[in-house]
């Protein structure tokens, strides 16, 4: 409840709803989930939740809701609780609302590349155009000397030279339970790669906000 890049972030509308309820409604409509859980620490997105059919059983706890907390803490803090109450599940999911491009068939694909393989976890990637990859990046001094992100930077001279990388869109994770119950972050022992190339926003700035709305709209 408390984003500091856009105030009230979870509850901003996206195409005439909100980005809690999109995924919300999202799950419900998938069929995949046995139960919908909507991790807050707010009372306002609590009652949406509520609103459209997954009222929450219990609140985040200050730990998990503070900006040091990371996916890992909530997920531990969420399983723990379901646990307790007897409520044990093969895999848990996670769909940021920050990110609602996502389809049935990529959550669909990424919880069923972990069920009965050498695999515990997986996310859905997006490639990265290599004019932005690692061995052309720098970073800076505080008094401005440049210095090349990765040794590589130094001998790369070729676009068709770098390798395909790839970074997280938000559109699904997932993990066994029981490798959060051995105690590994939401990245598991072994991490399964989802690549996803379609459109996508993952919204953490005004910008990214109103690029989602003209996506939706069009």
């Not at 009222?55 to 609780?81: C, G, K, Q, Y």
């Not at 491009?101 to 290599?130: F, H, N, Q």
């Not at 598991?188 to 690029?211: K, M, S």
Request: glycine share 6%.
């Amino acid at each position: 409840g408390g984003s500091k890049g856009i105030p009230r972030k979870n509850l901003a509308i996206v195409g005439g709803i909100s980005l809690t309820a999109r995924a919300i409604l999202f799950a419900q409509h998938s069929g995949l989930f046995d139960v919908i859980h909507v991790s807050t620490d707010d009372d306002e997105i609590a009652k949406e939740a509520e609103r459209y059919g997954a009222p929450v059983s219990f609140l985040r706890s200050s730990e998990t809701s503070s900006d040091v907390s990371s996916a890992t803490d909530v997920i531990r803090e969420v399983h723990r609780n379901f646990a307790n109450r007897g409520n044990l599940f093969a895999t848990i999911a996670v769909l940021e609302p920050t990110s609602p491009m996502r389809t049935k068939e990529v959550v669909e694909k990424t919880l069923s590349s972990i069920e009965g393989t050498e695999w515990d976890a997986a996310l859905t990637l997006s490639p990265v155009s290599v004019k932005y990859h690692p061995d052309k990046q720098f970073t800076m001094s505080e008094n401005g000397d440049a210095q090349f992100f990765t040794q590589l930077g130094h001998q790369v001279n070729r676009r068709q030279d770098l390798s395909v990388t790839y970074v997280r869109n938000g559109l699904c994770y997932a993990i066994r339970s029981e490798s959060i119950e051995k105690g590994t972050n939401i990245f598991g022992y072994r991490l399964r790669a989802i690549v996803w190339d379609i459109p996508y926003v993952n919204i953490d700035t005004p910008e990214d906000l109103e690029r989602c709305r003209e996506m939706l709209r069009s």
